[in-house]
Structure formats: structure tokens, C-alpha cells
């Protein structure tokens, strides 16, 4: 059986090469802007709404490989759910991403893989965080923020 590193090294590959929902919403309900200006990120996150459900969540960005998957994972994981379950995963991740919850755990293998590439290096926690504060932007309707300055 391959380590828990050799696998969650191939899913963040997989998330890099071939990042799930990476296009423009042209009639997106929300949008904001992110910007990482310790490593130079910057990311766009567009919702696409059905009152309060999220149909639809892509971005595009100008990023690491670590932010791109992050990104990749956070679409994947928030199309479908409420605002509110959405607004709960992203305060779920970011503890998990930042140690603020010691017993959390992540929920399933893709966060996992973020998170295990993101311990490994912990100078790069905000490049996993960068899509996630973008989203908790768009969905609170902020236009823009800014992580890591």
C-alpha cells in the first residue's frame, strides 16, 4: 500500500493538472477578488446562486500550485451546499489549515491532501487559505480581500 505522502502528493497533482471548475461565471450572482501579497497570489471566486444554494462556484487565478489545489478541492466541496453550510466549511478549513481546532480532523481524502502538503510546509498556509477567504468575500458580497499582508 502506497504512504499517506505518495497519495496525497498524486491527488494534489491531480487538483493542479486539472483543476475542477477553473472558468469565469459570465452571470455570476457574486464575485470577489483575492490577493495573497506575500507570495504574490491573486484569485477571482464566482457564485452562482439559487436563493440561498450555491449552483454553481468556479474561479480563475494567478497562483501556486498549493492555491490552485486548494481551490480545485474548496469548488468541489461547496457546490450544492447553502450559504451557511458553505460559510461552515470555510471556518471548518480554516482552523483546520491554521491548528485552531488541535481535535479537528479533516472530513474526507481531498481536504486531507491540502491539508497534509500545507503542514508540511506551514509558510504556505495562506496559499490554501487565499481561495477560502475569497469565497467567505463573495458570499458575504465583499468584493475583495487580502490574506497573508
Known sequence: MADSGTLYDQLILD???NARNYRVIDAADRRAEGVNPLCG???NCYLKLDGEVIREVSFQCSC???SMAS???MTEEVTGKTMQQARELYQQFI???FGQDETAEATDLKEAAVLFAVRQFPSRRNCAALAWHTLAAALDGRASTTVGG
Do not use: P, R, T, Y
Request: charged share 15%; glycine share 14%.
Open 41 to 43: 497570489d491573486s484569485f
Open 64 to 66: 501556486c500550485g498549493i
Open 95 to 97: 482552523g483546520l489549515v
Open 71 to 73: 481551490a480545485s478541492v
Open 15 to 17: 487538483h493542479i493538472k
